[in-house]
Structure formats: structure tokens, C-alpha cells
């Protein structure tokens, strides 16, 4: 007797002439297809987007930096004349630098009784400050207007990515118009690094920080009023990881094999259910005419 391998089907065909369509099958077979389809372009769409997956450890993750952050200042002093304005750097490694001027510029203002301050400098990783007075000027102002508003501060790279909300700007917009003349300002930040790895896995590295702030009138030791504006950064020794992801195709293949089998089953049971109920209801019907 020849091997047939048939044998081994376990979907066996039903001959159509002992099938029964019904208008209840049709129906539920029409919002079966529906309904697949619905939840297939559903997964298809969650397949195709990426999803941002943060996590946090401790650790430095831009150890080729050689412990320096680029920082990227923008402020505007309305009253200050750009001959007076400076920008000083001093940190806990021993750097004290009064008016840098690398990487910087000076743009003047309400005809020139203002000034607007731009500049691209670093820092060590280690608590500092960077200050914006009038310390590196020739001669020293009587009374220096810091009142100013603060367009941009930003550590590392420029990360703008859609789905990551983040404080890599969190003084952009401040502003201290309405203040106190001769008042200093103290903007205290906490740095927070940031790591950013996209899909091909690279990766950018940022800085996101908070920030508190007071506003005070400081002398010098001769009794002048010396009044400057002082972002002092200490570094936080955590750093958030965002890592852009995609769903596997193993999962979104098992997933639609799951829609298609499952929503076919239960509309099955459905039908099956139904069209018991009718049969019986027809029995008895007939029962009663009898």
C-alpha cells in the first residue's frame, strides 16, 4: 500500500454541499474582516513609528569630551553699554578668567546704550560659575543697569528630537526687566548629562539642568555697589539615557497572527452559538405547531 501523506493534514476540507450559509455568518463574518483590518493598521502603524525608551545610571558618558561642556550663552543687557560688558569663568579646578572673548560677540543696542552678549565657551566638569559684569572693564561704572533678558543657555550638543521633552533651555526666555537696577542675580543650576542614541545607534550627548535664581544687592569693600548676573553649575551625577526604538518584526508578525487567529475563533464561537440558538428555536416553534 503506497505512503500517502495526506494523512498528515489536520485541516481537513468540508465538502460545500454540507455547508449552510447563513445571514447571521455573513454578518458576523463582514465585521470580523472589518475588525481585522482596523487592528491591523493599528499595529501597522505602531510598527512603522519609533518609541523613546528613557533609563537612568550613574556615570560620565562622554569620556571623550576630556572633562569639558561647551556652553552656548545668549542675553541681552538693554542698559549696559557693550564697552563694559564681560564675561568671567572661575570653577574649583582653578581657572579664574575675567572677560573672555573667544568665541563671543558684542552687538549693540538701543542705539548703543545696550548690548547684547553672545558667546560659545567650556567648562570643566567640576562646580564653577560664569558670570556676565563689568570686572573686566577699563574703568568701572557708577551704576551698572544688569537688568537683562536671557535668550538661550545651553550645555553640549543641540538635541532637539520631537518626542523628547526635556530642560535643555530652561532659562530661554527670563526675564528681568522689571528688576532692581543695581541687583545682582544668582541663577543656580544643577547640570544633569543627557545621552540621546538614535536608531543606527549613535549617539549625541547634552545637557539638561534646573535652575533656582535670587536676586540680591552685593558691595564691594569700599562700599560700592558691584552688581553682576551669576549662573553658578555644580554637575549631578546622574545621567538620563533616551534610546530610540523600534518594535521587532518577530513581535508585530506574532501579534497579527494573534489578531487574525483570535478574532476568527471568537466570531467562530459567535456564529456557532447563534445558530444552535436558532436551530433550537426552530424546534421548538415546530413543536408547538405539532
Same mark, same amino acid.
Given at each position: 500500500?503506497?505512503?500517502?501523506? +495526506? +494523512? ?7 465538502? @460545500?454541499?454540507? !455547508? ?27 510598527? $512603522? ?23 552656548? /550663552? ?11 560688558? &564681560? ?6 579646578? &582653578?581657572?579664574?578668567?575675567? &572677560?573672555?572673548?573667544?568665541?563671543? #560677540? @558684542? ?13 560659545? =565657551? ?12 563689568? %570686572? ?9 543697569? #544688569?537688568? %537683562?533678558?536671557?535668550?538661550? /543657555? ?13 530642560? =535643555? ?18 541663577? $543656580? ?24 535664581? @535670587? ?5 564691594? %569693600?569700599?562700599? +560700592? ?13 546622574? !545621567?538620563?539615557?533616551?534610546?530610540? +526604538? ?18 476568527? !475563533?471568537?466570531?467562530?464561537? $459567535?456564529?456557532?452559538?447563534? =445558530? !444552535? ?14
Amino acid at each position: 500500500m503506497p505512503f500517502d501523506v +495526506r +494523512r498528515f493534514d489536520i485541516y481537513r476540507k468540508v465538502p @460545500k454541499d454540507l !455547508t449552510q450559509p447563513t445571514y447571521t455568518g455573513a454578518f458576523i463574518s463582514i465585521l470580523c474582516c472589518v475588525f481585522i483590518l482596523f487592528l491591523f493598521l493599528s499595529e501597522l502603524t505602531g510598527f $512603522i513609528a519609533t518609541e523613546i525608551v528613557n533609563e537612568l545610571y550613574v556615570d560620565d558618558p562622554d569620556k571623550d569630551s576630556g572633562g569639558k561642556i561647551e556652553v552656548s /550663552l545668549n542675553i541681552s543687557l538693554p542698559n549696559l553699554h557693550c564697552d563694559l560688558v &564681560g564675561l568671567d569663568i572661575q570653577d574649583e579646578m &582653578g581657572r579664574h578668567e575675567v &572677560g573672555h572673548i573667544d568665541n563671543s #560677540m @558684542k552687538i549693540p543696542l538701543s542705539q548703543g546704550g545696550g548690548c547684547r552678549f553672545e558667546g560659545e =565657551f567650556t567648562i570643566n566638569k567640576v562646580p564653577g560659575n560664569f558670570h556676565v559684569s563689568t %570686572h573686566s572693564a577699563t574703568a568701572q561704572p557708577q551704576n551698572p543697569d #544688569m537688568t %537683562h533678558t536671557i535668550h538661550k /543657555l545651553a550645555f553640549g550638543e543641540n538635541l532637539q528630537v520631537q518626542k523628547v521633552q526635556g530642560a =535643555f533651555n530652561a532659562l530661554g526666555g527670563a526675564n528681568r526687566l522689571s528688576s532692581n537696577p543695581l541687583a545682582s542675580h544668582d541663577y $543656580i543650576l544643577k547640570i544633569v548629562p543627557t545621552v540621546y542614541e538614535d536608531l543606527s545607534g549613535k549617539q549625541r550627548f547634552s545637557y539638561q539642568y534646573t535652575v533656582a535664581n @535670587k536676586e540680591y544687592v552685593a558691595y564691594s %569693600h569700599t562700599g +560700592r555697589i558691584i552688581p553682576a548676573i551669576w549662573f553658578r553649575y555644580d554637575l549631578s551625577p546622574i !545621567t538620563v539615557k533616551y534610546t530610540e +526604538r523600534r518594535q521587532p518584526f518577530y513581535r508585530f508578525i506574532t501579534t497579527i497572527c494573534a489578531i487574525v487567529g483570535g478574532t476568527f !475563533t471568537v466570531a467562530g464561537i $459567535i456564529d456557532s452559538c447563534i =445558530f !444552535t440558538a436558532s436551530e433550537a428555536w426552530k424546534k421548538i416553534q415546530i413543536g408547538k405547531m405539532s
